[in-house]
Antibody, heavy 125, light 107 residues
Framework: QVQMVESGGGVVQPGMSLRLSCAASGFTFSSYNMHWVRQAPGKGLEWVAVISYDGGNKYYADSVKGRFTISRDNSKNTLDLQMSSLRDEDTAVYYC??????????????????WGQGTLVTVSS | AIQMTQSPSSLSASVGDRVTITCRASQGIRSDLGWYQQKPGKAPKLLIYAASTLQSGVPSRFSGSGSGTDFTLTISSLQPEDFASYYCLQDYDYPRTFGQGTKVEIK
């Protein structure tokens, strides 16, 4: 069955870096776009970044642009998020999510149909 | 970036009640909107995509409607397992943006 497991979270000081990983299994990883979504403690969901199935296209939230880098290794079925210049406000649970595309009435709809369990990143001095 | 304004931020309801949550986009997004349910300590779960298409396995008491800028998630008869937070997400453009969320609590 489809499974995604995030890892790499922990406590880090402001200004430092951290790399998150998401190990995917149970589906053809190289065929799917993948997203990172985060949730600060007690807050709502915030979309972070997406990478296309082949790694050729990447988009970021304005709040992380220039500091975070999304990447993937289709030979290892892994998705990564390299986070640098971390700030207090980056403290959150980080989820990876699979993107599924459905064509409805000639329009392509994107849905995030499978999510990992999340990994907690705490930025604190 | 497209802003998604979701309301209400919270509501109290009883089992069997009809519940409606709305999401308004800052610009037209066709029907490029999904609804997600999240329970405490758990990952979000997809309920509806393309504004009104029910995800496989999701109970039919959930429905979605709308297009352009105004969207609605309706739970026709609230069940105990539906007490959770709900979020809309636009997939019309990047960056993707979520609504602020609606917490559905037991009255």
């Amino acid at each position: 069955q489809v499974q995604m497991v995030e890892s790499g979270g922990g406590v880090v000081q402001p200004g430092m870096s951290l790399r998150l990983s998401c190990a995917a299994s149970g589906f053809t990883f190289s065929s799917y776009n993948m997203h990172w979504v985060r949730q600060a403690p007690g807050k709502g969901l915030e979309w972070v970044a997406v990478i296309s199935y082949d790694g050729g296209n990447k988009y970021y939230a304005d709040s992380v642009k220039g500091r975070f880098t999304i990447s993937r290794d289709n030979s290892k079925n892994t998705l990564d998020l390299q986070m640098s210049s971390l700030r207090d406000e980056d403290t959150a649970v980080y989820y990876c999510a699979r993107s599924q595309m459905h064509t409805i009435g000639g329009v392509i709809a994107e849905l995030l149909d499978y999510w990992g369990q999340g990994t907690l990143v705490t930025v604190s001095s | 970036a497209i802003q998604m304004t979701q309301s209400p931020s919270s509501l109290s309801a009883s089992v069997g009640d009809r519940v409606t949550i709305t999401c308004r986009a800052s610009q037209g997004i066709r029907s490029d909107l999904g609804w997600y349910q999240q329970k405490p300590g758990k990952a979000p779960k997809l309920l509806i995509y393309a504004a009104s298409t029910l995800q496989s396995g999701v109970p039919s008491r959930f429905s979605g409607s709308g297009s352009g800028t105004d969207f609605t998630l309706t739970i026709s008869s609230l069940q105990p397992e539906d007490f959770a937070s709900y979020y809309c997400l636009q997939d019309y453009d990047y960056p993707r943006t979520f609504g602020q969320g609606t917490k559905v609590e037991i009255k």
